[in-house]
Each structure stands twice: as C-alpha cells, then as structure tokens.
C-alpha cells in the first residue's frame, strides 16, 4: 500500500474535506517555497507532450478544473505540479462566502463529492491582484460567473465585469452557467438567455485589442434536444470550445447509502459517478460539432490517461468519445477521494506525459 493512502489519506479524512483542502494546498505552497523544491518538484512532474489549440501551445493536455484554487492564491504552487493548464475560479465580481458550511461531503464508497460551495471566492479585485504576479510560462484560465445578489435578468453586467477585469491577466475564458449551486444560474443555459450573454461577451472580447479564446461549461444534466441547442449556439456566437461536464445534479446508481445521501441534501456530485454521463455527453458534442470546436472534458478524470485506471496505454473513454472532435483535452478535477487532496499527485504518479492516452484531431 502506498504511503498516501496508509499514512497521508487517513490524516486527511480525519478532517472536514475544505480544511483538508486547504491544509494540502497551504503544504504545497509552503513546500515550492523551500529552497531547492520547487525545480525539484518541476523536474519530477515535468510532462511534456506538446499541442497547440485555440491558439495557445499547451505543454500537455491535462488541465485542473475549476473550483479547485477558485481564487489563484496557489498558482505558483500548482505551477510545480504537471499541469498543462489551470482553471482559477468561478470568480464573481464582488466577494461573497458561498453557501454555509459543511457544503462539501465525502461519498468515499462512490470516489466521489457532493458540493454546495456556491461560488466562494474572493472577488474580482482580490483576484486580479493575485494575477499580476502569475507565473508566466503557465496557461491559466478565467472561470467567470455571477454573484448570487444578481438577478438573472442582470447576469450579462457582472459576466462582463468579469471578463474585463481579468481580461489582461488570463490566457482563455470559460464561461459558467452550469453551477448548481447558485439558484436559477443553470435556466441562463437556456437557449435565448445564452445566445445573448455569449454573444455580447464575445463581442466585447473581440474588440478587444488581444482577443482570448472563449468556452462554455455545461451542465451533464441536459437533453439532447438542449445539447443540439448549444452546439447551434456555439457555431452562432463563434466560441472557440466548450468544457463536459460541470457536476450532477442526479443521485442514480450510487453505492453510498441512500439516508446519507439524503441526509447530505443539495448539491452537485463529482467524481467516479460523473464520468459516463460527462462521456456521454462530449461523444455527442464530439459528433454534432464536427471538430469544429474544442471539447475540454472534464468529470471523473482520475488518471492522467483521462481513465479510471489500468494500463497507461489504455485509451481513456472519454478521449475515444471525442475522436470525432478536432481536438480532446482532458480536465484533471479536484478529486479528493481517490488521488488524494492534490490532484496533481496522481498525474505525477503516472510519470508520464499526463496526455499519453488523448490525441488532437
Ligand atoms: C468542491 C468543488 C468546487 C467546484 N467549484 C467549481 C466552480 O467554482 N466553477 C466551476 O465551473 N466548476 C466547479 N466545480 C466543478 C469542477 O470543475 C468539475 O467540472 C466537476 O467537479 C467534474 O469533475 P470531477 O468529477 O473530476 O470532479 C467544482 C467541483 C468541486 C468538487
């Protein structure tokens, strides 16, 4: 057994899973700090496997998603880690707390997550200030969402607030309409309601001067009838990308008890559980769109083949289901049942290049 899961993993569990967080990311970050570490750290997950979407040369194709340094406090930490990408946010213009805590459950029979954060963050300004300082030689990503304050009716102002705030500090945006967690956000997903917000987005985006490549994240929780709506919308508005899956609303086919479950209430899941349907999801998206966008999948990834597991050359599910595509890049998530608080460990585990199973089209 390895020492994290005899040693490290049961440190962790005895805690609530947002200090473990926490406590892992503040380890990190204390560590890189540590003379010598830091290129120590960079040579071990040093993975390198070049490719070149939307304009932007990746070192490898996978990614943190969202959520999982929401505030870009440990950029630099996880710049040390293997990651070919990181998604900071969902950043809302003005601070807020998110939901009242405990908002983040552990369902270790399932590898997964239940989470009903709400958009914690710190808020635009704190966040930009952050950003001046990044580490240069790292692709990051803009997550831009709206404060819960904000109505519906409203959303555009604070989206675009978002995106001009951090417009000169981020290297792509992803455009959140799938949270959960923040009520009434998914009904922006609706077809009208997005194709305004895209479209003025874009539009402000491409006037100006250094226009950044622009992406959608979708819920898994749709028909296909609102999938083909979206794949229109995506041509209709010209978006560069798209990323599958945010977290579920659905409980089907869970091993943990169903009263814990109901116990634990509202939220999103994520983990194992996710993985088939967010699969389902970027093949259909992978088909319909005809390689005309870039599919970012992301639910369930453990593995830095984009699998559960197995041999590194097994092809991951969710890389096959986006052959058809122009592209495929996994998005590495915050897994925090299986790989451990630091999701960057298990794509270090692999010593290979994180995207040895995934290829561009
Ligand atoms: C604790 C937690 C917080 C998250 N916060 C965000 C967020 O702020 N914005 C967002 O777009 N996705 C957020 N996500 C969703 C992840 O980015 C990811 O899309 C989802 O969890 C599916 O991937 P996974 O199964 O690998 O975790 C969050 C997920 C978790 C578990």
């Known amino acids: 057994m390895s020492m994290y899961k005899t040693l490290i993993r049961p440190i962790f569990f005895s805690l609530s899973p947002e200090r473990s967080h926490h406590l892992a990311l503040g380890m990190l970050d204390g560590l890189r700090k540590i003379p010598g570490i830091a290129s120590l750290m960079k040579g071990m997950y040093r993975h390198e496997k070049p490719v070149e979407l939307m304009g932007l040369k990746f070192p490898n194709r996978v990614g943190l998603a969202a959520g999982f340094d929401k505030n870009a406090e440990y950029i630099h930490a996880l710049n040390h880690v293997g990651f070919g990408f990181i998604e900071i946010g969902t950043v809302t213009p003005k601070p807020q707390s998110g939901n009242p805590t405990p908002r983040l459950f552990r369902l270790p029979k399932d590898q997964a997550l239940i ?3 709400g958009f914690n963050n710190d808020g635009l300004d704190a ?19 709206k404060n819960k304050v904000t109505a519906n009716e409203d959303a555009t102002s604070d989206y675009l607030k978002c995106l001009e705030a951090l417009h000169p500090f981020v290297d792509y945006f992803t455009v959140n309409v799938s949270s959960p967690n923040t009520p009434g956000l998914r009904e922006l997903q609706e077809k ?18 250094n226009p950044k490549p622009m992406l959608l994240k979708i819920a898994p929780d749709m028909e296909e009838g609102q999938l083909s ?17 945010n977290t579920t609303i659905s409980r089907d086919g869970l091993k943990t008890d169903n009263t814990e479950i109901e116990s634990i209430g509202a939220g999103g899941l ?9 699969t389902k999801v970027v093949k259909y998206l992978a088909e319909k769109g005809q390689g005309r966008f870039v599919i970012i999948a992301s639910g369930g990834i453990f593995t830095p083949e984009g699998g559960h597991g197995g041999s590194p050359r097994h092809r991951s599910d969710a890389a096959r289901a986006g052959r058809k595509g122009r592209c495929h890049a996994a998005h590495l998530a915050a897994d925090r049942t299986e790989a451990g608080p630091i999701a960057a460990q298990r794509s270090g585990s692999c010593r290979r290049p994180p995207a040895c199973g995934t290829r561009a089209r």
């Open 229 to 245: 709506d979206i794949v229109d919308i995506l041509h209709e508005v010209d978006l560069e990308g798209i990323i599958a899956t």
């Open 115 to 117: 989470n009903r954060m």
């Open 192 to 209: 009208e309601p997005l194709t305004n917000l895209l479209r003025t987005l874009q539009q402000t985006n491409r006037a100006m001067p």
């Open 127 to 145: 966040v930009v200030e952050r950003l001046k300082k990044r580490p240069k030689n790292l692709i990051i990503g803009g997550n831009i969402g």
């Open 270 to 278: 994520s983990g194992r559980p996710v993985k088939d349907v967010s």
